[in-house]
């Protein structure tokens, strides 16, 4: 990410930045020594504390409202109102959940531009990007996740545990339409570059989850031959089945000879 993307991303998320203040101070900490990984991590960590604690109230926001008449969710230092209606409370929620999950992914995108050979901030948000993936546009999200593997790759390529994660991320998602119709090849050549970039004494680690895979992808595979040999099979049978119908039609209406 250029410096100019860097800004604007960071720009899009102060807003939201500014009304805790926790994280208005992690800014001021990461100022003056902007490359700290300890400081970068806390502050990815506190950030996660917070969107817990948002799903959390979201979950349960119909019942504190009936229960204890509370109009208002404190995260850290903010204070969310709520309405006399749940359903405009958990879409309050739910907008605070997307603007914290944004603030999160910025972060980290911060914190890769100015440190990105730096496997605890790359795990860190790789392992936060696998875990919310995004429920709309899902082919959007999955393209943005798979590039944010491909801008770690780049530096981690050594890393089994990188290559483990992002494998795990795609094969979830094979039988999915979310990426191309020859996912298995992908998959396939997915595990070749892993093999390639890492030392031959990591290959151990690799093979485990690439023959588990490489057994499922081959009972997928016949198991998909099978239906459409039998979907053929019903086609065959449904054309007959019609021939024959047509054939009585047409003796059944053939005029009747006199004895």
Known sequence: M???ATQQVFSKSLSTIVSYPKLLEHEESLSRSPHS???????????????EKVADAAVSSTNANKNTGNNIVVIGAKQIPLHNNNNNNNETLQTE?????RVRIDVAERALALLPG????WKCHLDFRVSHPGEKKKKKHYRS??????????????????WLI??????TRQHENLSDSNIIT???RLYDRAFINLRVTQHDKIWPEYLAWAKSSILFHHKKQQQMQQHQESKYLSKQLYEYCNDMLFIT???QKRI
């Open 253 to 255: 209406t053939l005029p």
């Open 145 to 162: 996740i798979v590039s944010a593997f491909e801008r770690s790759l780049v530096r981690m390529h050594v890393m089994p545990r990188i």
């Open 166 to 171: 992002y494998l795990n991320f795609v094969q």
């Open 97 to 101: 959940l997307k603007a914290l999950t």
């Open 118 to 121: 730096s496997y605890k901030l």
């Open 186 to 188: 992908t998959i396939r």
């Open 2 to 4: 250029t410096k100019d």
């Open 37 to 51: 990984v300890t400081n970068w991590l806390q502050y990815l960590t506190d950030i996660d504390s917070y969107l």
